[in-house]
């Protein structure tokens, strides 16, 4: 779990330091609340988004159900609003097919810029307001 009193030491896309996206659920391929990512997170977990009800079912229809509730992970399935670390390469399938959520630009981890320009990351921004 993500502590607050103890900030990452990841950088954002913005250059800053990275913040966490959720805690409940904790989101991120360690579970620790950020869009953290390492040498076993090979699917780049590193986009905060706010997920949509078309992302989580094209997400869905490609085989990763965001949705279903699996307690036996504490994952209680996720729900338009909710807010989650994707793979950056499912962010941009979903870019490509015009239905790529919201996205929060501190919380979101750099290495997704080696994927996604950060203009295209910017027009998608819910926390540039």
């Not at 991120?28 to 590193?46: A, E, I």
């Amino acid at each position: 779990m993500r502590d607050p009193q103890k900030p990452s030491s990841a950088r954002n896309v913005l250059g800053g330091e990275l913040t966490g996206c959720c805690d409940s659920p904790a989101t991120g391929f360690y579970r620790d609340g950020y869009c953290h990512t390492g040498p076993h997170d090979v699917g780049s977990h590193t986009v905060c988004t706010k997920v949509t009800q078309e992302f989580l079912e094209f997400s869905a229809q490609r085989g990763n159900d965001l949705v279903t509730p699996h307690p036996e992970f504490d994952f209680p399935g996720l729900i338009p609003g909710d807010r989650w670390c994707v793979c950056v390469a499912r962010w941009k399938e979903a870019l490509d097919a015009g239905i790529a959520p919201p996205v929060l630009l501190t919380a979101t981890h750099e290495k997704a810029l080696e994927v996604v320009p950060l203009d295209q990351l910017k027009r998608y921004a819910a926390d540039l307001q």
